[in-house]
């Protein structure tokens, strides 16, 4: 066997002996005296003098088999004592104690496969282990892996536990529950202090004294019980009760206890012969690496271990021949790895310079490689690495960091060398470990243990701002104590950030060996070692979602993420630096052709244009046209029909197979969650193993007989060629368009890399990023609270000492805790939201414009482009703007502006892109347009975009609402006309000024910013033909008659469950649902204001066939609006009055001053003609009410025509009453307005004449009739069957297709009937 990770190799029989004295300058062969010199310096007991020549007994490789034994022999009794491990008295079971999967359980748990780490599953689960105890002291250890709910402790095989009581919760059970502080026994009482996340827990039994009690990381939390039941039948076992998604690891003694505690003993006994010979062979080992042969002088040279070099001479490779032939057994052992072997690295890691120690962990790994036998090593690296990840995790937060730097130096020592680090790669990292730990830096949950007041002695906390920027930030003048206090703290964030930053960078150390692609001598290199993992990796994670137990945690991914883009930028602009015609990653972006040759797994995320089998088959002439892709029509057949019955299974029968057997109690092994085992491949991987693609490249033409058939091959099944490609294979990018250029952008591997990194951001890395700002939250919150108890402190009468005490009191908790908070923030900050982090997700956004343009660039072929990339540009841009403010602003970056406007582009063209299908990108697509509209800074970028995209934006959202997310529309269009409507300068409505919002930073409440560039867009659209106006005036008054009436009934509903004597409550949703609908009804008016007000002809010119009808149905609508709001004591009144939760939005003020806006426009600031039209329409309306009108005033009556308006009444609702919100102007043209209706109803009063009923429509009984359908000859007036005719061509009555309509007139029917007769 080879070792190539010192660049020598040596086979195990290359060595022998000879007696030649002249080969000794040559071999390394020495004379018998050096070799006993050698061979006792080396084998000399660690316990014992070293004997002096003359009387100690000459040594050669003859005899050394029988030294050996010798040196490792152990007592007799102590052999005894570990073979019959069973027998000790006072412990009944299995000398290996593991928890019992097979019986001893309730509930449902998932149990790791070595049965020693458990996860809750359901309620409240319980197990205990397979051992248990009567007699002796005994101790073992949990590892607390999540700090919620549990008890931990011992119980009796008669406990009965369910899902509601567990261990603590009986008779002859007893816990300690460090969530809620408190020991258990049947009752409970305080006892203890809180455990955390990484907390070791003791659980230590004393049967001789009958007393029981617990340790928290080795300190003593005292006695918790006492007069334990004991004598016969009387046994404990350790158990534990833990609730839904709580881990823990225990620790019964096949590990070496973290805090042993003298006098117990370890459940299961430690291998105590093993582990002298072990560390006897050790020291041997280590003068092995501290001594070198010189046989040309005859004597040893003492060197430093990181100078020993291993040269090839005989009697120091048999020596360490003898040494790991005892050695390699008991490497094997997961005590022994982490007793002696990991406590030797870790020692070595200690003792010197990075370079010192990675010279002789190299050295180690080599002669393990070369001595043992290959199962022998694979078994100790997977032990030493599972070891040091879980030292790696659960190590306390010290300031310094020092033992996460210890054990990271240690980590990459070991993946420096190549053969280890394949085989870690291939089969450990990311099968059998949560790999993905070490990038990641938790959060110290204890301040105080984590050396926080030593970085940060003094803290501050800013004032609460918007993350939109600067230009929104709120001025607030510091006192120079406030600035000395942050500038204290800003210099000890920066101390913590230094530290952190140490770690982050042998994070990224480790990720750079992993994507070496250097090291292919005689195998793969390890970037597509990882490439292979990492792509299984992605797509566990993207199945399992929503599963919580199979997902990789968020927290690990965000860390995961910006290691992986540090390392996978220096490897795209090292591959720059040696190939200029390569583009630097500033640049970067995965060309289209990535995602529809088939190169690249996604397995069953959504495409853009739906399905991946139905997009091939659509769309396979433009492949083959664009592409030069040609797919096997057998083959397509084929792996749709094999979609087809795989879409009728419910679920893979392989993934629900376990669970069901948990749930019935089965004695299956529970599952490891998903991402540590090997789950098989999903469907879209199934199909793109069997279809046969035919590939034309367009450099060399192929004649028909030389065509290529390539097949697609899965993660697993690809090479480095697969991936790169070579002189006439393009590889990953197979099926250039020819829209994209010649010259490569990087190495393919790194493009894949980049791919999965965008990936793992849509999975969970955004979720996480805005989970982590409530930290922030919650400091502002304590803020205000501390300022508002200052401020009643400054205002109590100093007689009231009772009130001062209670407020000093407070004033102290909430300083107290935001201290605590103010030192976790910074870590916070320098973790999640640090400057670097920010420029990561400004890169990945980067990246995915890029990509959306050049996909954008294919045409149809645009559809085979994965959702989440479109997700990952939406998500990463609300991230920026929102969770990195306030201490970063966005507009701090690089191309700031011109990111924005490329942003904007992109959702303009796209949310209304026909080739894309799914609904839910549609609406995210919708929903980021909305909100972008509501910041200055990107709707200037809207602006900026070139004029003919505007326009087409404008013309989507102008179109029909039917069949679309008009609400989304609606507000768009609402945004763009806010600040420029009547009334509509406000922020927040004025009632609701005093509370509290809940997030300031929401779109709605962002200060009016309107755009006049796109009003003028709107208007020149409505302007532009007969169809786009009627049709979509058409569509917003159809939906507010339907918003409104729904808003109507609801509040029916509402209002009568109010009046029921019986105490009942509201559906929250029913109330969220009424407040939406009120919401919209008001933005669908403020709409029509903004029509009216652009293009006023489109109702006020009646030489336009669809004016007169359009002008009617709004005065009816609008009737309708004002007298169900402004009746008297009506149950709008009663509704607002209620005040309920949910309906904070509902009030007269908003709705109001909505349709007073379209009133002043059509009634006041028209033309004559215009005026004259509206008020005849308003007034022949049968709902038209004058007082409704007044009540805008406050007045309850009409006033008499040609006085002055009486004052308003002060209890009633009046404009005149909101003058921070309405101009003297606006009050002026209402009264205007109103003297004008009043002067015109009574002049209609008297010249109306009385209509028969029979001569009214009978439709709508308000207008006469003065239309007739043909063929079928019914009658309705001529605004009933305009509108109709605008939604349906069927006759009211009869049903019958109205072929036209004409006019009626009574007395020329009667005419021509008479004549005709």
Same mark, same amino acid.
């Given at each position: 066997m080879a070792s190539k990770g010192a660049g020598m190799a040596f086979s195990r029989k290359s060595y022998g002996l000879t007696s030649d004295a002249e080969k000794s300058r040559v071999t390394g062969i020495v004379h018998e005296k050096l070799l006993d010199d050698y061979l006792h310096r080396i084998f000399s007991s660690t316990g014992r003098a070293p004997m002096a020549a003359t009387s100690r007994k000459l040594l050669n490789f003859q005899n050394l088999p029988e030294h050996l034994d010798?040196?490792?022999?152990?007592?007799?009794?102590?052999?005894?004592?570990?073979?019959?491990?069973?027998?000790?008295?006072?412990?009944?079971?299995?000398?290996?104690?593991?928890?019992?999967?097979?019986? #001893?359980?309730?509930?449902?748990?998932?149990?790791?496969?070595?049965?020693?780490?458990?996860?809750?599953?359901?309620?409240?689960?319980?197990?205990?282990?397979?051992?248990?105890?009567?007699?002796?002291?005994?101790?073992y250890e949990v590892l607390i892996s999540s700090q919620g709910l549990m008890q931990i402790g011992w119980c009796t095989i008669n406990c009965r536990f369910n899902q509601e009581e567990g261990v603590g919760d009986t008779h002859n059970s007893y816990a300690y529950d460090g969530n809620r502080v408190r020991k258990w026994n049947v009752t409970t009482t305080n006892y203890g202090k809180a455990w955390a996340a990484g907390d070791i827990v003791s659980c230590l039994i004393d049967l001789d004294e009958g007393t029981l009690s617990f340790c928290l990381n080795g300190v003593s939390l005292g006695t918790a019980f006492e007069n334990l039941s004991r004598g016969l039948g009387m046994a404990y076992f350790p158990a534990i009760s833990l609730s839904f998604k709580e881990s823990v690891a225990f620790n019964f003694g096949s590990r070496p206890l973290r805090y042993p505690v003298v006098g117990y003993r370890p459940l299961q006994d430690p291998p105590s012969a093993d582990l002298v010979r072990a560390q006897e062979l050790l020291g041997c080992f280590q003068a092995v690496l501290s001594v070198e042969l010189d046989p040309v002088q005859g004597r040893l040279v003492e060197k430093e271990s990181s100078e020993w070099q291993l040269q090839g001479q005989p009697t120091v490779l048999l020596t360490l021949a003898h040494i790991f032939h005892r050695f390699a057994p008991l490497l094997r052992k997961v005590y022994l790895v982490e007793a002696v072997l990991m406590s030797f690295l870790l020692g070595v890691v200690e003792a010197g310079t990075p370079a010192q120690a990675q010279s002789v962990v190299h050295q180690v790994l080599d002669l393990l490689w070369l001595f043992m036998e290959d199962y022998e090593v694979q078994d100790c690296l997977k032990q030493l690495m599972m070891s040091l990840l879980r030292l790696y995790r659960f190590s306390p937060i010290v300031p310094d960091l020092a033992l996460q730097i210890r054990y990271l130096r240690l980590t990459i020592a070991i993946l420096s060398h190549e053969k280890s680090r394949k085989f870690l790669l291939s089969h450990v990292l990311f099968d059998v470990l949560r790999s993905v730990v070490f990038f990641y830096i938790k959060s110290p949950l204890r301040?105080?243990?984590?050396?926080?007041?030593?970085?940060?002695?003094?803290?501050?906390?800013?004032?609460?701002?918007?993350?939109?920027?600067?230009?929104?930030?709120?001025?607030? $003048?510091?006192?120079?104590?406030?600035?000395?206090?942050?500038?204290?703290?800003?210099?000890?964030?920066?101390?913590?950030?230094?530290?952190?930053?140490?770690?982050?960078?042998?994070?990224?150390?480790?990720?750079?060996?992993?994507?070496?692609?250097? $090291?292919?001598?005689?195998?793969?290199?390890?970037?597509?070692?990882?490439?292979?993992?990492?792509?299984k990796f992605l797509q566990e994670n993207a199945s399992s979602r929503g599963n919580m137990p199979m997902l990789c945690p968020p927290e690990y991914m965000v860390c995961f993420l910006h290691r992986l883009i540090s390392a996978l930028r220096y490897y795209w602009d090292e591959y720059k630096a040696s190939n200029p015609r390569a583009t630097f990653s500033e640049?970067?972006?995965?060309?289209?052709?990535?995602?529809?040759? #088939?190169?690249?797994?996604?397995?069953?995320?959504?495409?853009?244009?739906?399905?991946?089998?139905?997009?091939?088959?659509?769309?396979?002439?433009?492949?083959?046209?664009?592409?030069?892709?040609?797919?096997?029509?057998?083959?397509?057949? !084929? !792996?749709?029909?094999?979609?087809?019955?795989?879409?009728?299974?419910?679920?893979?029968?392989?993934?629900?197979?376990?669970?069901?057997?948990?749930?019935?109690?089965?004695?299956?092994?529970?599952?490891?969650?998903?991402?540590?085992?090997?789950?098989?491949?999903?469907?879209?991987?199934?199909?793109?193993?069997?279809?046969?693609?035919?590939?034309?490249?367009?450099?060399?033409?192929?004649?028909?007989?030389?065509?290529?058939?390539?097949?697609?091959?899965?993660?697993?099944?690809?090479?480095?060629?697969?991936?790169?490609?070579?002189?006439?294979?393009?590889?990953?990018?197979?099926?250039?368009?020819?829209?994209?250029?010649?010259?490569?952008?990087?190495?393919?591997?790194?493009?894949?890399?980049?791919?999965?990194?965008?990936?793992?951001?849509?999975?969970?890395?955004?979720?996480?990023?805005?989970?982590?700002?409530?930290?922030?939250?919650?400091?502002?919150?304590?803020?205000?609270?501390?300022?508002?108890?200052?401020?009643?402190?400054?205002?109590?009468?100093?007689?009231?000492? $009772?009130?001062?005490?209670?407020?000093?009191?407070?004033?102290?908790?909430?300083?107290?805790?935001?201290?605590?908070?103010?030192?976790?923030? !910074?870590?916070?900050?320098?973790?999640?939201?640090?400057?670097?982090?920010?420029?990561?997700? /400004?890169?990945?956004?980067?990246?995915?414009?890029?990509?959306?343009?050049?996909?954008?660039?294919?045409?149809?072929?645009?559809?085979?482009?994965?959702?989440?990339?479109?997700?990952?540009?939406?998500?990463? /841009?609300?991230?920026?703007?929102?969770?990195?403010?306030?201490?970063?602003?966005?507009?701090?970056?690089p191309g700031y502006e011109e990111t924005l406007t490329r942003l904007a582009a992109i959702l303009a063209k796209h949310f209304a892109d026909t080739r894309i299908v799914g609904t839910d990108i549609r609406d995210s697509l919708m929903q980021a347009l909305a909100s972008y509209v509501c910041y200055p800074n990107s709707l200037r970028a809207v602006e900026r975009i070139p004029e003919e995209q505007r326009i087409a934006m404008v013309r989507s959202l102008l179109a029909p609402y039917e069949q679309r997310p008009w609400a989304q529309t609606n507000w768009i269009l609402v945004r763009l006309w806010r600040g420029c409507g009547f009334g509509y300068r406000y922020t927040r409505l004025p009632h609701l000024l005093k509370t509290k919002p809940e997030d300031a930073n929401l779109p709605s409440l962002q200060k009016p910013c309107p755009s006049t560039l796109l009003q003028q867009h709107m208007a020149d659209l409505l302007r532009e033909g007969p169809d786009v106006a009627p049709s979509f005036l058409n569509s917003v008054l159809n939906q507010l008659n339907w918003a409104f009436s729904e808003f109507i009934g609801m509040i029916q509903e509402i209002q009568q469950a109010a009046e029921r004597l019986e105490r009942n409550f509201v559906d929250s949703r029913q109330l969220k649902v009424c407040a939406t609908c009120f919401d919209l009804s008001v933005s669908l008016l403020?709409?029509?204001?903004?029509?009216?007000?652009?293009?006023?002809?489109?109702?006020?010119?009646?030489?336009?066939?669809?004016?007169?009808?359009?002008?009617?149905?709004?005065?009816?609508?609008?009737?309708?609006?004002?007298?169900?709001?402004?009746?008297?004591?009506?149950?709008?009144?009663?509704?607002?009055?209620?005040?309920?939760?949910?309906?904070?939005?509902?009030?007269?003020?908003?709705?109001?001053?909505?349709?007073?806006?379209?009133?002043?426009?059509?009634?006041?600031?028209?033309?004559?003609?215009?005026?004259?039209?509206?008020?005849?329409?308003?007034?022949?309306?049968?709902?038209?009410?004058?007082?409704?009108?007044?009540?805008?005033?406050?007045?309850?009556?009409?006033?008499?025509?040609?006085?002055?308006?009486?004052?308003? $009444?002060?209890?009633?609702?009046?404009?005149?009453?909101?003058?921070?919100?309405?101009?003297?102007?606006?009050?002026?043209?209402?009264?205007?307005?109103?003297?004008?209706?009043?002067? !015109?109803?009574?002049?209609?009063?008297?010249?109306?004449?009385?209509?028969?009923?029979?001569?009214?429509?009978?439709?709508?009984?308000?207008?006469?009739?003065?239309?007739?359908?043909?063929?079928?000859?019914?009658?309705?007036?001529?605004?009933?069957?305009?509108?109709?005719?605008?939604?349906?061509?069927?006759?009211?009555?009869?049903?019958?297709?109205?072929?036209?309509?004409?006019?009626?007139?009574?007395?020329?029917?009667?005419s021509a009937t008479s004549s005709a007769a």
């Amino acid at each position: 066997m080879a070792s190539k990770g010192a660049g020598m190799a040596f086979s195990r029989k290359s060595y022998g002996l000879t007696s030649d004295a002249e080969k000794s300058r040559v071999t390394g062969i020495v004379h018998e005296k050096l070799l006993d010199d050698y061979l006792h310096r080396i084998f000399s007991s660690t316990g014992r003098a070293p004997m002096a020549a003359t009387s100690r007994k000459l040594l050669n490789f003859q005899n050394l088999p029988e030294h050996l034994d010798q040196l490792l022999h152990v007592d007799e009794e102590a052999e005894e004592e570990e073979e019959s491990q069973g027998q000790v008295e006072g412990r009944l079971g299995p000398s290996t104690v593991v928890l019992d999967h097979t019986g #001893g359980f309730e509930g449902l748990l998932l149990v790791d496969d070595d049965l020693l780490g458990v996860i809750g599953h359901s309620n409240f689960g319980t197990i205990r282990s397979t051992t248990c105890v009567y007699k002796g002291k005994w101790v073992y250890e949990v590892l607390i892996s999540s700090q919620g709910l549990m008890q931990i402790g011992w119980c009796t095989i008669n406990c009965r536990f369910n899902q509601e009581e567990g261990v603590g919760d009986t008779h002859n059970s007893y816990a300690y529950d460090g969530n809620r502080v408190r020991k258990w026994n049947v009752t409970t009482t305080n006892y203890g202090k809180a455990w955390a996340a990484g907390d070791i827990v003791s659980c230590l039994i004393d049967l001789d004294e009958g007393t029981l009690s617990f340790c928290l990381n080795g300190v003593s939390l005292g006695t918790a019980f006492e007069n334990l039941s004991r004598g016969l039948g009387m046994a404990y076992f350790p158990a534990i009760s833990l609730s839904f998604k709580e881990s823990v690891a225990f620790n019964f003694g096949s590990r070496p206890l973290r805090y042993p505690v003298v006098g117990y003993r370890p459940l299961q006994d430690p291998p105590s012969a093993d582990l002298v010979r072990a560390q006897e062979l050790l020291g041997c080992f280590q003068a092995v690496l501290s001594v070198e042969l010189d046989p040309v002088q005859g004597r040893l040279v003492e060197k430093e271990s990181s100078e020993w070099q291993l040269q090839g001479q005989p009697t120091v490779l048999l020596t360490l021949a003898h040494i790991f032939h005892r050695f390699a057994p008991l490497l094997r052992k997961v005590y022994l790895v982490e007793a002696v072997l990991m406590s030797f690295l870790l020692g070595v890691v200690e003792a010197g310079t990075p370079a010192q120690a990675q010279s002789v962990v190299h050295q180690v790994l080599d002669l393990l490689w070369l001595f043992m036998e290959d199962y022998e090593v694979q078994d100790c690296l997977k032990q030493l690495m599972m070891s040091l990840l879980r030292l790696y995790r659960f190590s306390p937060i010290v300031p310094d960091l020092a033992l996460q730097i210890r054990y990271l130096r240690l980590t990459i020592a070991i993946l420096s060398h190549e053969k280890s680090r394949k085989f870690l790669l291939s089969h450990v990292l990311f099968d059998v470990l949560r790999s993905v730990v070490f990038f990641y830096i938790k959060s110290p949950l204890r301040v105080e243990e984590a050396g926080l007041q030593e970085l940060i002695p003094t803290t501050w906390w800013p004032h609460r701002s918007s993350r939109e920027g600067k230009e929104s930030k709120e001025v607030k $003048d510091e006192t120079s104590e406030e600035r000395l206090r942050r500038r204290a703290y800003e210099r000890g964030c920066q101390r913590l950030k230094k530290r952190i930053e140490v770690v982050e960078e042998l994070q990224v150390q480790i990720l750079k060996l992993l994507l070496n692609n250097q $090291d292919d001598n005689g195998g793969e290199a390890s970037r597509y070692i990882f490439l292979t993992k990492f792509r299984k990796f992605l797509q566990e994670n993207a199945s399992s979602r929503g599963n919580m137990p199979m997902l990789c945690p968020p927290e690990y991914m965000v860390c995961f993420l910006h290691r992986l883009i540090s390392a996978l930028r220096y490897y795209w602009d090292e591959y720059k630096a040696s190939n200029p015609r390569a583009t630097f990653s500033e640049e970067a972006y995965i060309p289209p052709q990535v995602f529809y040759n #088939g190169k690249v797994d996604y397995f069953d995320l959504q495409r853009l244009g739906g399905l991946l089998s139905h997009l091939r088959k659509t769309l396979k002439d433009d492949l083959a046209s664009k592409a030069n892709i040609l797919i096997d029509p057998l083959e397509l057949q !084929a !792996a749709t029909m094999d979609d087809l019955d795989e879409d009728e299974e419910p679920a893979p029968a392989a993934a629900q197979r376990p669970m069901q057997a948990l749930a019935m109690g089965g004695a299956l092994p529970l599952p490891r969650p998903s991402w540590l085992s090997s789950p098989t491949l999903g469907r879209a991987n199934r199909f793109l193993s069997t279809a046969a693609v035919s590939l034309m490249t367009p450099r060399r033409p192929l004649s028909t007989s030389e065509k290529v058939k390539v097949r697609t091959l899965s993660a697993e099944q690809r090479t480095r060629e697969d991936i790169e490609g070579s002189q006439w294979n393009e590889g990953l990018l197979v099926g250039r368009p020819p829209e994209e250029p010649e010259q490569p952008l990087t190495e393919n591997s790194l493009l894949e890399v980049l791919d999965g990194a965008i990936m793992m951001y849509n999975l969970s890395v955004h979720q996480q990023l805005g989970k982590m700002v409530g930290v922030s939250d919650d400091v502002n919150e304590y803020a205000m609270a501390l300022r508002d108890t200052e401020d009643k402190l400054r205002r109590c009468p100093k007689r009231r000492k $009772d009130i001062l005490a209670e407020l000093t009191k407070s004033q102290k908790v909430f300083s107290e805790k935001l201290d605590h908070l103010s030192r976790r923030l !910074a870590w916070v900050h320098a973790t999640v939201y640090s400057q670097e982090k920010m420029q990561d997700i /400004y890169w990945l956004l980067r990246v995915c414009l890029r990509t959306i343009e050049h996909g954008d660039r294919t045409g149809p072929l645009f559809a085979f482009m994965p959702e989440f990339y479109l997700s990952v540009a939406i998500n990463s /841009y609300s991230a920026l703007k929102n969770y990195f403010g306030p201490v970063h602003s966005m507009e701090e970056l690089p191309g700031y502006e011109e990111t924005l406007t490329r942003l904007a582009a992109i959702l303009a063209k796209h949310f209304a892109d026909t080739r894309i299908v799914g609904t839910d990108i549609r609406d995210s697509l919708m929903q980021a347009l909305a909100s972008y509209v509501c910041y200055p800074n990107s709707l200037r970028a809207v602006e900026r975009i070139p004029e003919e995209q505007r326009i087409a934006m404008v013309r989507s959202l102008l179109a029909p609402y039917e069949q679309r997310p008009w609400a989304q529309t609606n507000w768009i269009l609402v945004r763009l006309w806010r600040g420029c409507g009547f009334g509509y300068r406000y922020t927040r409505l004025p009632h609701l000024l005093k509370t509290k919002p809940e997030d300031a930073n929401l779109p709605s409440l962002q200060k009016p910013c309107p755009s006049t560039l796109l009003q003028q867009h709107m208007a020149d659209l409505l302007r532009e033909g007969p169809d786009v106006a009627p049709s979509f005036l058409n569509s917003v008054l159809n939906q507010l008659n339907w918003a409104f009436s729904e808003f109507i009934g609801m509040i029916q509903e509402i209002q009568q469950a109010a009046e029921r004597l019986e105490r009942n409550f509201v559906d929250s949703r029913q109330l969220k649902v009424c407040a939406t609908c009120f919401d919209l009804s008001v933005s669908l008016l403020r709409v029509l204001e903004m029509t009216i007000t652009l293009v006023p002809e489109i109702f006020l010119d009646w030489a336009q066939p669809t004016s007169e009808m359009l002008l009617r149905r709004l005065a009816q609508l609008l009737n309708q609006v004002l007298n169900r709001v402004t009746a008297e004591r009506n149950l709008f009144d009663r509704v607002v009055t209620l005040r309920l939760p949910g309906l904070e939005s509902v009030d007269h003020y908003p709705i109001l001053v909505a349709v007073t806006g379209i009133l002043v426009r059509l009634l006041v600031h028209g033309p004559a003609s215009g005026t004259e039209r509206a008020t005849s329409v308003l007034l022949a309306d049968p709902c038209f009410q004058l007082r409704s009108i007044c009540y805008l005033l406050g007045q309850p009556e009409p006033p008499t025509p040609g006085t002055a308006l009486p004052a308003p $009444d002060q209890k009633r609702f009046s404009l005149q009453s909101y003058t921070d919100y309405i101009s003297v102007e606006e009050l002026a043209q209402v009264e205007q307005m109103l003297a004008h209706l009043t002067s !015109a109803s009574a002049q209609a009063a008297a010249a109306s004449l009385p209509t028969s009923e029979e001569d009214l429509c009978p439709i709508c009984y308000a207008h006469p009739i003065s239309a007739v359908f043909q063929p079928c000859g019914h009658k309705s007036c001529k605004a009933c069957i305009n509108q109709h005719l605008m939604n349906n061509k069927d006759c009211f009555f009869c049903k019958a297709t109205i072929v036209s309509v004409e006019d009626w007139d009574k007395a020329a029917s009667a005419s021509a009937t008479s004549s005709a007769a």
